[in-house]
């Protein structure tokens, strides 16, 4: 694993079977947790779709929707920041390499933009495990206006 979550013990761990439907229920837990420990709403929509985006991608690409697979969902909060971990048992990919997806000749394209926003959306983000684990950070802080 990476740097940041061997230093994390995580509060909240859910492990569900690769099928496309249980993105629901990641959805259900990073809720809880946003609620939980009073994520400020300008940071709500950031954490949901990295997340989900993170979560999307462990069931399609890491775990092709095999649901022998298990897909890892986990929290922990830390200081000022909420880190939350997704974990697949596939073979990983090559994250640092991806196609740009704000390039013309990937624009049309339908995949290839999960990533892409997961780094945008999170205050941090690292792979580790080969790329079948990411981890992301989040502040707890409101955005200054």
Do not use: W
Request: glycine content about 6%; hydrophobic content about 40%.
């Amino acid at each position: 694993m990476g740097a940041l979550t061997e230093e994390l013990e995580f509060t909240q761990r859910i492990d569900f079977p690769a099928k496309a439907e249980n993105i629901a229920l990641a959805e259900k837990l990073i809720d809880e947790a946003c609620t939980k420990h009073q994520v400020h709403e300008s940071h709500y929509g950031n954490i949901l779709i990295a997340l989900t985006e993170a979560v999307n991608n462990a069931i399609h690409h890491g775990n092709a929707l095999d649901p022998s697979r298990s897909v890892t969902l986990a929290y922990e909060v830390k200081d000022d920041k909420i880190f939350f971990m997704v974990q697949d048992q596939g073979p990983g990919f090559d994250f640092e390499n991806l196609p740009d997806p704000t390039d013309p000749q990937n624009i049309e394209k339908p995949h290839g933009r999960g990533v892409f926003l997961m780094r945008a959306l999170a205050d941090s983000v690292e792979f580790s495990d080969n790329g079948s684990t990411v981890a992301m950070a989040f502040s707890l802080q409101p955005v200054k206006e």
